[in-house]
């Protein structure tokens, strides 16, 4: 534990609460928020500098889709899905995104606005919004959609691991392409095609095989024994689509608005007294009865993150990598803190610096996240739980997390601070030597996006390495 001395400053001096406080029985709700700690006079109250020890992981607990804390994830309107391929981020790796979604009719029993015999399908389209793309987008994607031969379910009792990992190749026949698309991501921002005279949002579409509408129709004509009977009778017909990449090239993930996937059926019908009528039918998502996920997956084979996984070095490593869910977490120990003497800590901060070694030209295409997350776990590094400073305040913007710039040596780096006060009170008041800290990026609706690197424990750069910055008072015994 390095101390040091700070310029003494005019502030509220925590005084008859403190001598109260016996033993390590410190009080959870003795914690001071931002603009009540006390001034620093190295007699009762201190600054100080904990080194950390670090460790890079691979975080694969993320859930894009199915229920968490007893919310369906896929029902939330600003959650997006990544579909494309980042074949060799130089440090990171290659990820792979595809998307999996259902759609259905508007109403049970279903009928088209004409006799099923006297529909001319002339086109079918699943169209999905685009948001944003993330990596080199001076690039273009080929994506293929399959359909879907095993259920999304939605079951509540589904653990996490079987929604996590529902979907595997053998959930669609890479052999039966339904539809192909390139997608050039330097333009489908401002590409808004019109349809029937209006514009619309940039979007993918998929044109579907004829085939596809003839088995609608068939189903339709079925009636009550048909698809289109139920809900449940469509979704067991038809189980969804499948959006995959091309998975053996690509510098980019786009981004899209699964939530508002369509499918629109546009045909003809003869008239009653000659002519014909051009309309369209739409199927959609619902979020009340079908789901949607994206399986991402990471290899970091080859890349400069590979060496940092997993060492279980003793003073950590010298460089930490972080991805958004799922992918690159951090375990941080503090060993110092559960050896020191009971005190009341007033303010404590954990700091992250970007590492002045990366290669800044890969991350103006793969850019750094705007905001981490913070979780407290155990040894395993496996029984996360959300950090208890953001419910003791009930405010992330307590516990901040954002990225922010500092100057060092005349060059601006981005920095990460995490508010842990509470936390850090209780490990130095239990002596708790099992408790750790996990940092990774917070998944602000675009899983799999941004990605940073930082100097680790073991870096040699000390105004670079991470560090937990602490203000605390001595208890004074009776």
């Given at each position: 534990m390095?101390?040091?001395?700070t ?5 509220i ?9 016996t033993?390590?029985?410190?009080k959870?709700n003795?914690?001071?928020t ?10 009762n109250t201190f ?12 975080q ?14 896929s029902?939330?309107?600003?959650y997006y899905?990544a579909?494309?391929t ?5 440090s990171?790796?290659k ?10 009719p508007a109403?049970p029993n279903?009928?088209?606005?004409a ?18 793309a993330y990596?080199?987008t001076n ?37 039966n392409?339904?539809s ?25 579409r998929?044109?579907l095989?004829a085939?596809?509408?003839d088995?609608?129709?068939a189903?339709?004509?079925?009636g009550?024994t048909?698809?289109?009977a ?5 979704l067991a ?19 899209f608005d699964s939530?508002r996937t ?11 007294g ?13 979020p009340?009865y079908?789901?949607r996920f ?5 290899d970091?084979?080859?890349s400069i ?7 279980n ?13 799922p992918g690159?977490?951090?375990i ?12 009341i ?7 992250f610096?970007?590492?002045?070694t ?9 850019s750094p ?16 739980k ?8 009930n405010s992330?913007a307590?516990v901040?997390?954002?990225r922010?710039?500092v100057?060092i ?6 920095q990460?601070r ?7 009170q209780?490990?130095i008041s ?12 917070a ?11 930082f100097c ?6 000390d105004?670079?390495?991470?560090r937990?910055e ?9």
């Amino acid at each position: 534990m390095n101390t040091k001395k700070t310029p003494h400053f005019a502030g509220i001096i925590l005084i008859s609460f403190c001598v109260l406080i016996t033993n390590w029985r410190c009080k959870e709700n003795t914690i001071l928020t931002k603009n009540l700690v006390p001034a620093v006079d190295n007699i009762n109250t201190f600054d100080t500098v904990f080194n950390l020890v670090t460790h890079t992981i691979y975080q694969d607990s993320f859930l894009t889709g199915g229920y968490r804390s007893g919310l369906q994830l896929s029902s939330s309107s600003t959650y997006y899905t990544a579909c494309g391929t980042i074949k060799s981020d130089p440090s990171f790796g290659k990820t792979v995104a595809s998307m999996h979604v259902e759609v259905l009719p508007a109403v049970p029993n279903f009928v088209f606005k004409a006799n099923v015999d006297s529909v001319m399908m002339d086109s079918i389209v699943l169209s999905m919004p685009f948001k944003m793309a993330y990596g080199d987008t001076n690039s273009s994607a080929g994506l293929q959609t399959f359909k879907l031969y095993r259920s999304i379910k939605t079951d509540k009792s589904l653990a996490r691991d079987s929604a996590q990992y529902e979907f595997t190749k053998d959930s669609f026949d890479i052999g039966n392409v339904l539809s192909t698309i390139n997608v050039n991501f330097d333009n489908i921002a401002a590409d808004s095609p019109l349809i029937a005279g209006v514009r619309q949002q940039p979007q993918i579409r998929f044109p579907l095989p004829a085939w596809f509408g003839d088995s609608l129709k068939a189903q339709v004509a079925l009636g009550s024994t048909g698809a289109m009977a139920t809900y449940s009778s469509f979704l067991a017909w038809w189980k969804g689509f499948a959006i995959v990449p091309d998975s053996n090239t690509g510098r980019t993930l786009g981004y899209f608005d699964s939530y508002r996937t369509r499918l629109t059926f546009y045909y003809r019908y003869n008239k009653v007294g000659g002519g014909q009528d051009t309309v369209n039918d739409v199927f959609s998502y619902d979020p009340f009865y079908c789901n949607r996920f994206n399986t991402i997956t990471r290899d970091y084979s080859g890349s400069i993150s590979n060496n940092f996984i997993k060492t279980n070095a003793l003073l950590g490593d010298s460089l930490m990598f972080l991805q958004n869910e799922p992918g690159l977490a951090n375990i941080i120990s503090i060993p110092e803190a559960a050896t020191l003497a009971n005190v009341i800590v007033n303010k404590a901060e954990l700091v992250f610096t970007g590492a002045p070694t990366q290669n800044w030209s890969d991350t103006l295409n793969y850019s750094p996240m705007a905001r981490l997350q913070i979780f407290r776990t155990d040894t395993s590094g496996n029984n996360d739980k959300i950090a208890e400073d953001y419910a003791q305040f009930n405010s992330s913007a307590f516990v901040d997390g954002k990225r922010t710039n500092v100057l060092i040596n005349g060059i601006n780096y981005p920095q990460y601070r995490f508010t842990v006060t509470y936390s850090l009170q209780k490990i130095i008041s239990q002596k708790d030597t099992t408790f750790r800290f996990k940092i990774m990026g917070a998944n602000l609706g675009y899983p799999a996006a941004y990605r940073m690197i930082f100097c680790g424990s073991a870096s040699k750069q000390d105004e670079f390495k991470p560090r937990l910055e602490m203000i605390y008072t001595k208890i004074n015994k009776l």
